[in-house]
T-cell receptor, first 116, second 109 residues
Framework: KAGVTQTPRYLIKTRGQQVTLSCSPISGHRSVSWYQQTPGQGLQFLFEYFSETQRNKGNFPGRFSGRQFSNSRSEMNVSTLELGDSALYLC???????????????FGQGTRLTVV | AQRVTQPEKLLSVFKGAPVELKCNYSYSGSPELFWYVQYSRQRLQLLLRHISRESIKGFTADLNKGETSFHLKKPFAQEEDSAMYYCALSGSGNEKLTFGTGTRLTIIP
């Protein structure tokens, strides 16, 4: 079965621009989470979507937003890019279990965003 | 607030020697603990989780609620164990993962 697919793999943007990253989850997975990975801060949770609704949000400014479509594909958008937004953005999908138990999160390869 | 601490950024171990990667957590409630691994040029993947109590690739981890720890252990290191290891925590029913800063494990032949 196909894994989590993120596009594009690499992006270079200029300060002040905006960017949209895409994530296609594993078929049947309805939960999609986004993470930012940087050498200084490590892996930090951005937000999680389930059935087109944002269920969880991390401590990031409002410039970071996302959405999920009816086919569970998700996009995240960053507006007014800053140099500090340069990072690897990872998407993870999971088949949310019942009874409160979390299931395995499957990660994509990531999108490497460079802001110049 | 939930927090995961991995005190060692780098760890080098000789092949055949025991390995222990430390992880301590802070969480008010019943957490779910995971170890994720990232091999060179591969994506982040789940190694094991405390609920399943499995041994994967010879690795085990026991949740110690008294010491709030979830250390990863393997009795005999192999060269293919060289990778970046992340300890992670989530609240029950919550998909948000809080990661530690990771430990880069290098196995010396």
């Amino acid at each position: 079965k196909a894994g989590v697919t993120q596009t594009p793999r690499y992006l270079i943007k200029t300060r002040g621009q905006q960017v949209t990253l895409s994530c296609s989850p594993i078929s049947g997975h309805r939960s999609v989470s986004w993470y930012q990975q940087t050498p200084g801060q490590g892996l930090q949770f951005l937000f999680e979507y389930f059935s087109e609704t944002q269920r969880n949000k991390g401590n990031f400014p409002g410039r970071f937003s996302g959405r999920q479509f009816s086919n569970s594909r998700s996009e995240m958008n960053v507006s007014t890019l800053e140099l500090g937004d340069s990072a690897l953005y990872l998407c993870a999908s999971s088949h949310r279990g019942t009874g409160g138990m979390n299931t395995e999160a499957f990660f994509g390869q990531g999108t490497r965003l460079t802001v110049v | 607030a939930q927090r995961v601490t991995q005190p060692e950024k780098l760890l080098s171990v000789f092949k055949g020697a025991p390995v222990e990667l430390k992880c301590n957590y802070s969480y008010s409630g019943s957490p779910e603990l995971f170890w994720y691994v990232q091999y060179s040029r591969q994506r982040l993947q789940l190694l094991l989780r405390h609920i399943s109590r499995e041994s994967i690739k010879g690795f085990t981890a026991d949740l110690n609620k008294g010491e709030t720890s979830f250390h990863l252990k393997k009795p005999f290191a192999q060269e293919e164990d060289s990778a970046m290891y992340y300890c992670a925590l989530s609240g029950s029913g919550n998909e948000k993962l809080t990661f530690g800063t990771g430990t880069r494990l290098t196995i010396i032949p």
